[in-house]
């Protein structure tokens, strides 16, 4: 089958719709009736059915069910409401199930199916239909739209007055539909008295048939077809693909048919490949058997020549003719291992050659034939050899002599040269290197000589035919190996006399070169030193360095003395070269220093020295002036960074211990605060000092632990504390007098809070809150204390303050108060009754109160049902509230 381009498909079809939809817009009652049918073909699979295809459709149920039905899966539970927004959910879930299958909708979106849109209606139906119905028909390797019409043309051609060519004029005078049902059901229709100029009877008679005996619905009207100039293409399509449908079993049929027909193929197929394996297999044992005599064959060769060219046959034998061979052995194997597969995918008997002819027969007779060609092979080579042999001595005699003596051209005036008279240590070294190897190569040359000796002499033992002139150059060549070794003992002990005096000279430059590099370095650093840029921080830094400069000042007569001694051995290698007159090709070959670069550098040694003597005093001055600043800090920093911790530690004393009243503790704090604000000249002069020490870039400081912002900081938290510490004394003033709190009890709160304030940080934690409030005979449950817990610590950070401890216990005590008081007034009003009346309150209030009182309680009704009256409780719930008692 044919890929389906489905998107490229669609596109095209959008394109078609649009301008059929131009140009005969009659088409659209065509389409309303076929598409109308062929949904309710499949929806009353469903047990439903449409009537209006583009409003049916609008909440996008029937259509999730019609994609459910055709395609056999499950959509996306479907919304049920009737607003816009759910059908459009349905209607594009039902539009994304068809983009999932691979179909791309152009210009269709939910919102014009929702909206009845008629043209993007009938358009997305088409969509489906080419998609469910049309695409996967497949004939003679064609699919979709041409599949079809392939179809109908195979189907009708035998029929007279029928010629499918498309999807619309074909089929106006109906015998296209009439073939299509005698073709697979004759005893439904007597085709012969159909007549071509009768369309509406030919047309009514294959819808009415296809409808009665073939369930496809009737999709079209016979007078909409006849009266219109081309009929709608896709509304024939859609009813034709119906028949298609309908008739696929017959397709099944045929199919049938055409893998019987495969079979019978694939047994001739077979039973070929049998004949070829047989024709084949006995030509090749019959190479075989042609084959092997000749490669037994050893009957040699008197001549070289006649012995190569049968080695070129054989050659030409396994270049030539033996490769085909082979190839037609591996043929025949391939084929054999084909036909037994394709016989055991076919479930036929297993094929047995003929008699000899088995796959094992021709390994073994090809087993043979290479057995012969390797004994064949291995004569020839021998017999090669053994003619070889005379040639190879000879040549080889030849060859080694004509090395020989190549390597020995020019040796004797090589050994006679005195090159080494005017050479230097390193040269004679050289030479001698040269001469050693050159002995060590003469040794390895005794051995090619001896060969050429041997090979001399076994030429002679079998008579070689040119003896006289090999034994002739033989004699030449160890007369010159017996006058080079002479030579070569005298050129040895002339240079190892003149090694021996060189060597004197060089362990002299070897020494030297020894002491003037430490020397020299020792030089060069100094130099680095003195010159070299010193930053310190403290005295003692620069003490260090003082006196590692006057260490190094005492090393200097020693150093000087070094450098004469150096200087010597100098002058001692000149004394040597002017009395033997030794050929100095050079400088000292160990060393690049010279007695004139020493002497140079020493000299700058002693000026340098006097220099770093000055500038070590100076820098020593400035680093006293920088302690005399650190010291002069470090004296305040320590008085006021102490005096700092010991102020804040009274102010926590002072606001947690109870002596005097809280006015009397608030002038208390005043006069701390003042003391603190007049102690600032002492920060400022401190800051002084510190900018000081800044501008000399000083960075540490041992004789203190403070620094300028630890003291900054401190300030700052004190100036803070003392400040906090002031309000919250006046907060507990206001709290006081508005709560109409005591000294007493205010001294009271203070004792319990410091009591539970285990920690002494001047607040409690919940658990300290909770023990205190139970000493104090609270019965707690955890829902009152967490509800006690957000009215003291709103912000839930899980503490309490002393302020939010004072506000809580006045608190309770006021609400102890009130109730009291309302107790006592109740009795007053209600006299010996256990309620009150509204007229009481009147008699017993100024008019204003007491109308204000009856106002709120108009909502509660008194004991026995009495109306206006009010027990204790109803009157107190009246006046304060549920929470306020």
Known sequence: ???????????????????????????????????????????????????????????????????????????????????????????????????????????????EIVDGNAK???????????????????????????????????????????????FHISWKDGLGFCALIHRHRPELIDYGKLR??????????????????????????????????????????????????????????????????????????????????????????????????????????????????????????????????????????????????????????AFMPSEGKMVSDINNAWGSLEGAEKGYEEWLLNEIRRLERLDHLAEKFRQKAAIHEAWTEGKEDLLQKQDYETASLSEIKALLKKHEAFESDLAAHQDRVEQIAAIAQELNELDYYDSPSVNARCQRICDQWDALGGMTVKRTEALQRTEKLLETIDQLYLEFAKRAAPFNNWMEGAMEDLQDTFIVH?????????????????????????????????????????????????????????????????????????????????????????????????????????????????????????????????????????????????????????????????????????TMEHIRVGWEQLLTTIARTINEIENQILTRDAKGISQEQLNEFRASFNHFDRKRTGIMDAEDFKTCLISMGYNLGENEFSRIMSTVDPNRMGIVTFQAFIDFMSRETADTDTADQVMASFKVLAGDKNYILADELRRELPPDQAEYCIARMAPYTGPDGVPGALDYMSFSTALYGESDL
Not at 123 to 152: H, N, P, Y
């Open 1 to 111: 089958m044919e890929h389906y381009d489905g998107e490229n498909d669609y596109m095209h079809q959008e394109d078609d719709w649009d301008r059929d939809m131009l140009l005969d817009p009659a088409w659209e009652k065509q389409q309303r009736k076929t598409f109308t049918a062929w949904c309710n073909s499949h929806l009353r699979k469903a047990g439903t059915q449409i009537v209006n295809i583009e409003e049916d459709f609008r909440d996008g149920l029937k259509l999730m069910l019609l994609l459910e039905v055709i395609s056999g899966e499950r959509l996306a539970k479907p919304e049920r409401g009737k607003m816009r927004v759910h059908k459009i959910s349905n209607v594009n879930k039902a539009l994304n199930f068809i983009t999932s299958k691979g179909v791309k909708l152009v210009s269709i979106g939910a919102e």
């Open 538 to 706: 403290t005295i003692e830094e620069i003490q260090g360095l003082s006196s590692a400069h006057e260490q190094f000042k005492a090393t200097l007569p020693e150093a000087d003395k070094e450098r004469l001694s150096i200087l010597g051995i100098h002058n001692e290698i000149a004394k040597i070269v002017q009395t033997y007159h030794v050929n100095m090709a050079g400088n000292n070959p160990y060393t690049t220093i010279n007695p004139q670069e020493i002497n140079a550098k020493w000299d700058k040694v002693r000026q340098l020295v006097p220099q770093r003597d000055q500038a070590l005093i100076e820098e020593h001055a400035r680093q006293q002036n920088n302690e005399r600043l650190r010291r002069q800090f470090a004296t305040q920093a320590n008085v006021i960074g102490p005096w700092i911790q010991t102020k804040m530690e009274e102010i926590g004393r002072i606001s947690i211990e109870m002596h005097g009243t809280l006015e009397d503790q608030l002038t208390h704090l005043r006069q701390y605060e003042k003391s603190i604000v007049n102690y600032k000249p002492k920060i400022d002069q401190l800051e002084g000092d510190h900018q000081l020490i800044q501008e000399a870039l000083i960075f540490d400081n041992k004789h203190t632990n403070y």
């Open 196 to 349: 071509k100029d009768d369309p509406m009877t030919n047309l009514n008679t294959a819808f009415d048939v296809a409808e009665k005996y073939l369930d496809i619905p009737k999709m079209l009207d016979a007078e909409d077809i006849v009266g219109t100039a081309r009929p709608d293409e896709k509304a024939i399509m859609t009813y034709v693909s119906s028949f298609y449908h309908a008739f696929s079993g017959a397709q099944k049929a045929e199919t049938a048919a055409n893998r019987i027909c495969k079979v019978l193929a694939v047994n001739q197929e077979n039973e070929q490949l049998m004949e070829d394996y047989e024709k084949l297999a006995s030509d090749l044992l019959e190479w075989i058997r042609r084959t092997i005599p000749w490669l037994e064959n050893r009957l040699p060769e008197n001549t070289m020549q006649a012995m190569q060219q049968k080695l070129e046959d054989f050659r030409d034998y396994r270049r030539l003719h033996k490769p085909p061979k082979v190839q037609e052995k591996c043929q025949l194997e391939i084929n054999f291992n084909t036909l037994q597969t394709k016989l055991r995918l076919s479930n036929r008997p």
């Open 120 to 166: 993007m209606t009938l358009g997305m139906i088409w969509t489906i239909i080419l998609r469910f119905a049309i695409q996967d028909i497949s004939v003679e390797e064609t699919s979709a739209k041409e599949g079809l019409l392939l179809w109908c043309q195979r189907k009708t051609a035998p029929y007279k007055n029928v010629n499918i060519q498309n």
